[in-house]
Structure formats: structure tokens, C-alpha cells
């Protein structure tokens, strides 16, 4: 069987239930309806995932994080002002920007504002990482 290695990932999944369905058939008919009924499952709950993965959704929850602990988890609408020691987060009017860093290169200062969920500030030589999360508040950030 030719599979096809570059392009849609749903393409080479579609080639492998083939495969499977091929399988399925030499067992039994019930079989290849139950197999087709949970692939379909998956497919609708795949497709589903990754459409609203993509979307970008209402900001909802900034997340600051060093180390990959948690410093910070809070509303984005709860102003405040976050010091993780070498990094001064500013959350403000549903916004997010890094104020202050020591760091050298002085990127995640240069980043600017954030506001949209999925978006993401990182200051890579203090492992200092500010994340907006979507979820299901109010539309404001769509209207940006
Ligand atoms: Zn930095």
C-alpha cells in the first residue's frame, strides 16, 4: 500500500482505518460497522479539537509560570502587578505585558502586549513564561 507521508495528517489517518477496515472485513461485518462507528467518533472529536484549538478564544486566565511552577494563575481582568524576582508582569485592562526583566536580550520586554488566549511571553534566560488561557468568559478579545 502507497501512504502517503507528506500532507494532512486526517489524509494519513484516513489510509491507516483503510488499512484497519481491511482487516475488519476478513473478521466479521458487525465488526466493521462498530470499528467505522468508534473511527467516526474519534474523527468528529479530532476534527472538533483541533477547529477549536485554532480559534482564538476569549481570554480568560493569564498563567505565569518559572521553572514550569506556577506563580501566578489569576483572571486577566484581576489588575495586578506579578514580581517573580527577575520579571515584573503587568496584567492591566485585559492586558498582559512584561514590564521589567534583568534579563540580557530583553525579548520578552520587546514582545509588547498581549491580550488574545494562546498568546504567550517568554523570557528564555530567567525560564519566566506568561500565558493567556481561553475560556468561557465573555467575547472581549474577539471584538479586538
Ligand atoms: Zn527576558
Known amino acids: 500500500?502507497?501512504?502517503?507521508?507528506?500532507?494532512?495528517?486526517?489524509l494519513i489517518l484516513f489510509f491507516l482505518i483503510k488499512a484497519v477496515m481491511n482487516i475488519f472485513h476478513e473478521i466479521r461485518k458487525s465488526d466493521i460497522i462498530l470499528a467505522s462507528a468508534l473511527i467516526l467518533g474519534c474523527i468528529i472529536s479530532l476534527a472538533y479539537?483541533?477547529?477549536?484549538?485554532?480559534?482564538?478564544?476569549?481570554?480568560?486566565?493569564?498563567?505565569?509560570?518559572?521553572?514550569?511552577k506556577i506563580l501566578e494563575n489569576c483572571s486577566i481582568h484581576d489588575d495586578k502587578t506579578v514580581d517573580t524576582g527577575s520579571n515584573t508582569i503587568v496584567i492591566k485592562g485585559g492586558?498582559?505585558?512584561?514590564?521589567?526583566?534583568?534579563?540580557?536580550?530583553?525579548?520578552?520586554?520587546?514582545?509588547?502586549?498581549?491580550?488574545?488566549?494562546?498568546?504567550?511571553?517568554?523570557?528564555?534566560?530567567?525560564?519566566?513564561?506568561?500565558?493567556?488561557?481561553?475560556?468561557?468568559?465573555?467575547?472581549?478579545?474577539?471584538?479586538?
Do not use: W
Open 49 to 68: 479539537f483541533s477547529v477549536s484549538s485554532r480559534e482564538l478564544s476569549p481570554a480568560s486566565t493569564v498563567v505565569i509560570t518559572k521553572d514550569g
Open 95 to 144: 492586558e498582559v505585558y512584561m514590564e521589567h526583566a534583568d534579563c540580557k536580550n530583553q525579548i520578552c520586554v520587546r514582545e509588547g502586549k498581549i491580550s488574545h488566549a494562546g498568546q504567550s511571553i517568554v523570557c528564555m534566560p530567567n525560564r519566566v513564561v506568561v500565558e493567556i488561557k481561553g475560556g468561557d468568559e465573555a467575547y472581549d478579545a474577539i471584538t479586538r
Open 1 to 10: 500500500m502507497h501512504l502517503k507521508t507528506s500532507g494532512d495528517p486526517v
